[in-house]
């Protein structure tokens, strides 16, 4: 296959399968190990934190997770908006692809933020601004998931799936940002800061980077691979269509 | 080799089999689907060349 001249190429389903089934054994592997070593690290090999005790194990799956709950929004964000501009079929499926991977992601944010929070804070639960925008989010999440199985016509459940996740986006900005907007509630500020002085200490800062390239490996890698799986459903729905009418 | 997690045991624990369950879920899901859609798909461009 020709290399190609432009980043639209991939628009095309069949480029788009062929490079993403040479690359993605590679992102298996990679996210796979990322995930393996970084846990590990964390679990068996980091302190315990002088306040926190070991609950601060939880942070190499909380950060991560809810890093990426917010990040695969965005992802489909831009897909859909690609959707709605240049009306390429493989975006609108990206996007599609992209929402379960983005509940799972939530849903770990939210349980591993509810098991850290009870010890931390005394309960599971607040209706903090960070919270509660991350439960909107995760609705959002299947609000949009139950738009695209509700509509039959693959290009209206497209356009008005983008539509919900243009006003999601909102959702996605407040659940990174709420602790700035609102100075109240008990979530803290950002883990991961380039100012040295808000940042995690070391010791727990280098496996905790190593969870977080595990997550976003794993979430290309799914989201690669089930984009590949709705351009198959597409063309199997085609070809039997194209079968009845003959 | 196990880390004394102290009293906070349970949260961490729960937390580390909760989410470890949930990758394992979507991972699983997709990959059973991809298989199932592959399939699909092949017997459709066998209907088709008949």
Known sequence: ?246 | MMPDLGKYAQPVLWSYAASIAVLVVIVAASLIEGRRVRAEMRRAEEDRDV
């Open chain 1, 1 to 246: 296959m020709s290399k190609p001249s432009s980043l639209w190429e991939y628009a095309n389903p069949v480029r788009f399968l062929a490079v993403s089934e040479r690359i993605l054994p590679a992102l298996w592997v990679l996210s796979l190990a990322c995930l393996g070593i970084g846990l590990a690290w964390g679990f068996f090999f980091t302190p315990d934190d002088f306040r926190q005790g070991s609950t601060v194990k939880i942070i190499y799956l909380h950060v991560p997770s809810a890093l990426m709950a917010i990040n695969a929004w965005f992802m489909m964000l831009v897909a859909s908006l690609i959707w709605l501009v240049r009306r390429h079929h493989v975006s609108a499926l990206a996007a599609k692809a992209a929402a379960p991977v983005g509940v799972a992601m939530t849903l770990i944010a939210l349980v591993t933020g509810a098991l850290w929070g009870q010890p931390m804070w005394g309960t599971w639960w607040v209706w903090d601004p960070r919270l509660t925008s991350f439960l909107i989010l995760f609705l959002f999440y299947l609000g949009y998931i139950a738009l695209w199985a509700a509509i039959e016509d693959p290009d209206t459940a497209a356009d008005l799936t983008s539509v919900l996740c243009i006003v999601g986006s909102v959702f996605a900005v407040l659940s990174r940002y709420a602790v700035l907007f609102w100075n109240q509630g008990l979530h803290q500020g950002a883990s991961l800061s380039l100012d040295k002085e808000e940042n995690v200490a070391d010791v727990f800062y280098i496996p905790l980077l190593v969870c977080i390239a595990g997550f976003v490996l794993l979430f290309l890698a799914l989201v690669l691979y089930r984009t590949g799986t709705e351009i198959r459903r597409r063309r199997a729905r085609a070809l039997r269509a194209r079968s009845a009418l003959a």
